[in-house]
């Protein structure tokens, strides 16, 4: 199993509706997880971190944690076209002594005016 | 708001050449990091630095990578004999890792080229 797994898309969402975004983590990835987003050539911007189970809200943005199912969702609100992008999962790698971050391969996402 | 600045921001070299990417990290933060994302692909993890030396590498990171930080700011990944396949963009990162948020910050990139 990948350490952390997202599907590729891309995902199509029309303007104003709700997009679901997620991602499942292996026994090698702790409890601490991101969502960033990546615009095409450029570099990752953190949306939202979450460490507990549960929700965690900033904005039009929720992140969901599932530690007993491996599980990490990131929902987007009242998508805007300005939300089309690249979303990429990541985790802190357990056995890391140095931080160590792992991406998903990311979730394309298009929102559609 | 504190930014990790990368130079260059793109370089085109010839197969065989060595090659310096430069990045200087966040004041206060502890650990540098250096991420490579080949196009169409996912961000994957070189390297780490703290204190002045490597914490952790990944099995990419090959004798041909080497990282340092020679003046207390910089901190640089040299390439020693670049192939095609090292054609990517090179994120640097750093993380404070202190009370409070731990969030690592990437810059700009720099979009290696190798011909």
């Known amino acids: 199993q990948k350490e952390v797994e997202q599907n590729s898309g891309p995902l199509s969402v029309p303007e104003g509706a709700i997009a679901s975004l997620n991602c499942t983590y292996s026994?090698?990835?702790?409890?601490?997880f991101f969502w960033y987003r990546q615009y095409s050539g450029k570099s990752p911007e953190l949306i939202m971190s979450?460490?507990?189970?549960g929700d965690k809200e900033d904005g039009r943005f929720t992140a969901q944690l599932n530690k007993a199912s491996q599980y990490v969702s990131l929902l987007i609100r009242d998508s805007q076209p300005s939300d089309s992008a690249t979303y990429l999962c990541?985790?802190?790698?357990?056995?890391?002594?140095?931080?160590?971050?792992?991406f998903g391969s990311g979730t394309r996402l298009s929102i559609r005016p | 708001e504190p930014e990790v600045t990368q130079t260059p921001s793109h370089q085109v070299t010839q197969m065989g050449q060595e090659v310096i990417l430069r990045c200087v990290p966040i004041?206060?933060?502890?650990?540098f990091y250096w991420y490579r994302q080949i196009l169409g692909q996912k961000v994957e993890f070189l390297v780490s630095?703290?204190?002045?030396?490597?914490?952790?590498k990944s099995e990419i990171f090959d004798d041909q990578f080497s990282v340092e930080r020679p003046d207390g700011s910089n901190f640089t990944l040299k390439i020693r004999s670049t192939k095609l396949e090292d054609s990517a963009m090179y994120f640097c990162?750093?993380?404070?890792?202190?009370?409070?948020?731990?969030?690592?910050?990437f810059g700009a990139g720099s979009r290696l080229t190798v011909l």
């Open positions: 026994d090698r990835v702790s409890q601490s």
């Open positions: 990541a985790g802190r790698g357990l056995y890391s002594s140095a931080s160590k971050i792992i």
């Open positions: 979450i460490y507990s189970n």
């Open positions: 630095f703290y204190n002045n030396e490597i914490s952790e």
């Open positions: 990162a750093s993380i404070y890792t202190g009370p409070g948020a731990n969030v690592l910050t």
């Open positions: 004041s206060n933060h502890l650990y």
